[in-house]
């Protein structure tokens, strides 16, 4: 192998793991964002509660 031929592999390579990196970043978002959607129901479901009470 030429020393081309490993310097390509070696891009490739670290394409390949900033891919993973950004995989990892999204799944970390969409975790964040299901978070904020159980806090809002959460918050949804006291706002009931609290207007029940006062009926």
Do not use: R, Y
């Not at 020393?3 to 891009?11: F, G, L, Q």
């Not at 964002?33 to 029940?52: A, D, F, G, P, R």
């Amino acid at each position: 192998m030429s020393i081309n031929t490993v310097e390509m592999s070696i891009n490739i390579m670290e394409m390949s793991i900033n891919i993973v990196e950004m995989s990892i970043n999204i799944v970390e978002m969409s975790i964040n964002i299901v978070e904020m959607s159980i806090n809002t129901v959460e918050m949804s479901i006291n706002t009931v509660k609290k207007s029940i009470n006062i009926v």
